[in-house]
């Protein structure tokens, strides 16, 4: 990458990819695919190493997390569990030979079958897993532990999975404070450690309980706290406890760390969505891709995409389609989905089950698309060479 240059990088079904502009923001080249195929759930770059993380697998390669040290060109896989791929290729001297497998003992066995986040933060990587729970790697991701104080909560007995399953998705570092993070999971909600993972809080409560004190929906706000299955959070630049987080039910923020949740729904067009996105400088500027339900095709309201802003935090919200597809438009923009970069103005991306990707380089007053016709995107992040 060269310097003050962008690169996305992109998680999807067959592999990851990068797309890269020429310095501002006008041209853009795909990259990929990368990971030898593998579905990768989530790409995370640091800008002052360089180095490239991408985290995937599935029921049959199993759960493993690829890097990169120059940009790309080359990958290492550590895997950290097994995958049917190595129960027939155990079995099967022949097949071991034509796929290359050879025999390893691999540190979870077979406890899981994906890596669905990462998270990179004061010198510790982090994955996010599937069944849930949280990992964490000393030696950006060379060997891996788990995080007892989270997969031993309490709680744990009760987490039940969401349609894609028990899964820990989204990891919320606290850039001022090595001991904080935030995660979600679906469908168990938010969960926050204040002393580096040997101690964790569940964080889900109403602070406006009284006009939610249930919800027909099941995963809606219930009991006094919003509904536990939290799609994406994001954590305001600036504010050190001000969180977002697009739920199965509705978009929250809070202003304590988590500790209570306001309802900042009103004004969308629905309650469903799966990305939230804050802006890097404005702790009250955030954007959202609604979706017109989970049982109605999860899909952009009257197929007709848009991504809605709010300037206040949330008290009011406004509808962005300039460039966006206003008709016959029945995508899906999954929870890691949306992403921005540092710039001002700042720059907004996003990507769709349908291959395509999308960027705003005026904070989402216009859109243009970038790329097509790549694999199902499951995540896009932004790493900026500086």
């Known amino acids: 990458m060269a310097q003050g240059t962008i690169a996305l990088l992109v998680g999807t079904t067959k592999g990851a990819f990068m797309v890269s502009d020429t310095g501002d923001r006008s041209g853009w080249?795909?990259?990929?695919?990368?990971?030898?195929?593998?579905p990768i759930n989530h790409v995370i770059g640091d800008s002052d190493s360089g180095t490239?993380?991408?985290?995937?697998?599935?029921?049959?390669?199993?759960?493993?997390?690829?890097?990169?040290?120059?940009?790309?060109?080359?990958?290492?896989?550590?895997?950290?569990?097994?995958?049917?791929?190595?129960?027939?290729a155990a079995n099967d001297p022949d097949f071991a030979s034509m796929v290359g497998w050879t025999q390893e003992t691999l540190p979870f066995g077979d406890a899981y079958s994906q890596v669905w986040s990462l998270c990179h933060a004061h010198g510790r990587l982090y994955a996010?897993?599937?069944?849930?729970?949280l990992l964490q790697s000393?030696?950006?991701?060379?060997?891996?532990?788990?995080?007892d104080g989270l997969g031993d909560h309490p709680s744990a007995d009760s987490w039940n999975p969401g349609a894609a399953g028990l899964v820990l998705h989204t990891i919320v570092p606290a850039p001022a404070d090595a001991a904080k993070l935030w995660v979600g999971i679906s469908a168990a909600g938010v969960f926050?450690?204040?002393?580096?993972?040997?101690?964790?809080?569940?964080?889900n409560r109403l602070s406006n309980a009284q006009a939610h004190s249930h919800c027909d929906h099941p995963a809606g706000p219930q009991g006094g706290e919003t509904g536990h299955c939290v799609h994406n959070m994001a954590r305001a630049s600036g504010a050190e406890d001000v969180l977002y987080q697009q739920n199965h039910h509705g978009v929250w923020r809070s202003a304590?760390?988590?500790?209570?949740?306001d309802d900042i729904t009103d004004g969308l067009p629905s309650t469903f969505g799966f990305p939230i996105h804050v802006h890097p400088h404005d702790p009250d500027t955030i954007w959202t891709l609604p979706l017109n339900g989970d049982m109605a095709g999860r899909y952009p309201p009257d197929a007709a995409a848009a991504v809605w802003r709010s300037h206040d935090g949330g008290k009011s919200w406004h509808a962005l389609r300039q460039g966006l597809p206003q008709t016959s438009c029945f995508f899906t923009v999954l929870r890691q989905g949306m992403c921005g970069d540092m710039r001002n103005p700042a720059g907004v991306y996003f990507g769709t089950n349908s291959g395509s990707l999308f960027a705003s380089t005026d904070e989402g007053d216009t859109w243009q698309e970038i790329a097509r016709h790549l694999p199902t995107i499951l995540a896009v992040e932004v790493l900026e060479h500086r």
């Open 29 to 38: 080249r795909v990259c990929g695919p990368y990971c030898d195929g593998w």
């Open 52 to 88: 490239i993380w991408a985290g995937g697998g599935g029921e049959w390669h199993g759960a493993g997390v690829w890097r990169s040290d120059d940009h790309g060109q080359t990958w290492t896989l550590t895997r950290l569990s097994k995958g049917t791929l190595d129960d027939w």
């Open 128 to 133: 996010g897993m599937k069944p849930a729970a």
């Open 138 to 147: 000393p030696d950006n991701g060379a060997t891996w532990s788990r995080v």
């Open 192 to 203: 926050a450690t204040e002393d580096g993972g040997r101690t964790w809080e569940r964080r």
């Open 256 to 261: 304590d760390g988590g500790r209570s949740w």
